[in-house]
Each structure stands twice: as C-alpha cells, then as structure tokens.
C-alpha cells in the first residue's frame, strides 16, 4: 500500500464533482493535469498506475495558506488569552529562544502533517532557522515558500547578519533544487526593520527574483508610531522602501486606510487575510475587504502561527474570514462564500507565483477530494457554500501535490511518528526554558 504515496505515477480520479458536474481527473506522471471533464475514465482508464474512486466526493484545487509561522506548531496551547506584548515579551519570545535546529524540523513537520490532513498544499512561511524548515517540506512532499524572518532592531551591526542570514537561505534553498520549495525575502515588519534594512531587502528580492512577505498594518499602534516617526502611513513608508511590488505578500493589513488600499492595488501587492489570529489578539479591526476589493487587490487567505490560532485549518479560516468581514463591517453580502473560497485557493497560488489553484489540463496536479457522504456535505443544495461554511479540514479524505499521493482515505504514511516526536520536542522545549 505505501508504495502508492508520494512517488510519481498516473493517476485517474474517477466520479468526482467539478464545479458542480460529476467528472473524472487524469493526472499525467509529470504532476500535471492531462484531462479533466466527463467521461474521462474511458479513455484513460488502461493506462493509470493508480485508479481513485472519487465515490462522488468534491475535488478542489489544494489549498495554500499565505501566511504561516510552521514550526510555532510546538507552542501550540501554551499561552492563550492574553494581551498582545505580554503574550509575546513573557510567553512566546522565551521560549523561541530555546528553539534548536531539531525543533523546527519537527515543528515544520507537524504542521506540514496538519496542513495535508487538512487540504492545503502549498504555504508561505516566515521564521528562522529555515534550513531545518525546508527538510521538512523536502520530506512531506508539500510546497513552500520560506523565507528568513529579517529583523534589525535598528542596529547597523545587526542588519549585516540579516543580510547575510537572508543571502544564505536563498542560496540554501537554490541549492536543494526542488521545484517545489521557493525561497523569499522576509522583512518583518516596519517596527523591526529600519528603513536601510527594508531598502536592503527589496534590492536583494529584485536581485533574486524572488517574492516578499512582510507583516503589515496589524496593529493601531504600528500605524501611529509610523506617522510619528516617517510622518507617513506604514504602506507609504514600505513603497518609499521598494517593498511593494506584484511579488509581495503583507499579511495582516488590518488597519490600512482607503487611500493605501488603493496604493497596494496599484503596486500589484497581494494581501494574506489572517482573521483567526487578529480575532484572537483582538487587534481592534478587520482588514478592509470591500476597499482592497474596489481597489483591485488579490486577497489571499493565511493561518498565521499555529500559538495564535491555533490550528492550521485552511476551510475554518475561510469561514472565519466570511464571518468576521460580514460582522465587522455590518454587512451579511460582503465576502460570499465563492470569494471566501478563491481566497484560500486561486488567489493564493496567485499571490505565490504558483500555477495551480485551479482544476484545468496543463495546470499542476495540486488536488484535494472532499467527502461528500457526510453530515457536513448534505444535503448539496450548494457545495461552495458547505466548504466555506460548513465543513472543516476533517473532511479532506485524499490531498495530491504535484502529482504525487500525500493523503488517502485520511491515511499518511508516518504520522504516528510525526506526532511523537513533535509532542516531545515541544515538552522538552518547554522544560529547557523553565530551567533556564
Ligand atoms: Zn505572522
């Protein structure tokens, strides 16, 4: 049986429904989609290595999550249900300082199993020690877009061992040579990076060619203290920087006025929503949808780290994401359910450069089938509306990326010993910080 999972093969997924039809897929063994439609099975039936009975289950583009800090899957549960700094300066930040390069191996890993088990395949991930990240993502078989998580404090010192830090991961990442790892330049924020440190990191992302991801606008007072010191608003401080452009990701953008959603749509910048997280911070405002919408931005959907969501639930963020925007805003036609969709599946391989986010011929076999015969599923009166609003990542029964068999029938080839040693880590992270 494991000698279906993760290797490269033909693949015919029979009786599945696409876009509301009951339709076959067939997967060439390159990873790409060779046919999608009715009635496929019949001619491609001899030739696939593997046959999947659909059994009438709904097939989806894989997910992508926008915005992720993998390994934080170790503080999962630790410290909740406090103010923001505290929660950072007294829980989060002593125990990062504990982390070993085996942590986030295994950190990286339990969240790549959380994120297949739940229907995403492709993530964007800010954090340190990236090297140990990408192990993990090589293993799992998903994709991701890693970057170095660039903070200078202001120190000239300080900003030469980011650079060098953030040189050293992209031509880490360069070296492996997998297709499906991609590096980025990961300027933290405006409050941790100084205006030097944010030309640095444009530059060098124009160099590379390569994708930026940044925090943006998450709190009230990250805008205030940015008109106090640069007498201007955080997206006009990133642009007088370089850092908006069409391959970069800024997460959060809560408190964007209107005039910056506009400037973010013109640069061509896509936005990762993260509504489980700013709700559980309560940073006091939902990100203008309807603003970056009228301004043309691709909004993208994001988990951010598992310490404060705290899972990695692509489908609960999408509901999350459509509720929160209703409430906020004080209007039940904002984000409807096939936005809320898009979101966290077209607009996020969008926002990534990647090709797939979409069920065509020619497209990268990034695949999920969602079960149908389930209490969350019927009736299907409207499947768009049961993904978003009723279903959760539990119901993913088979997730393929790249072509290759990640999931099936629930079944993952090693999670029992993902889930030991990630469960040991975090203990012994967290004993180590203790007894410091
Ligand atoms: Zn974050």
Known sequence: MDDIFGRQQSILIADVRVNGKCSDIFVNDDGTIGAAGEGIRREHKGEADLIIDGNGAIALPGLVNTHSHAAMSLLRGYADDMILQDWLSQKIWPLEAHLTPSDIYRGTKLACLEMIKSGTVAFNDMYFMMEEAARAVDETGIRATLCYGFIDLFSPEKREAECRATENLVR???SLNNPRIKAAVG?????????EGLRWCAGFAAQEKIGIHIHLSETEKEVNDCIALHGKRPAAHLDDCGILTPHTIAAHCCWLDEAECSLLGRRGVSVSHNPSSNMKLATNRAMPYHWLKAAGVNVCLGTDGCASN???????EAKTAALLQKFSWNNPTLLPAHEALAMAT????????LASGTLVTGAPADIILVTARTACNTPLHNATSNLVYSCNGGTVGTTI??????????EIPG???ILSEAAT????LVRRAQSA
């Open 172 to 174: 880490h990442i360069r």
């Open 187 to 195: 300027p933290h924020a405006i409050y941790t990076v100084s205006p």
């Open 310 to 316: 705290n899972n990695l639930d692509m489908f609960g």
């Open 346 to 353: 077209a607009n996020g391989a969008k926002g990534l450069g």
């Open 401 to 410: 990326c790249d072509g290759r068999v990640l999931m099936l029938d629930r």
């Open 415 to 417: 999670e029992e010993q």
């Open 425 to 428: 880590a975090a203990q012994e």
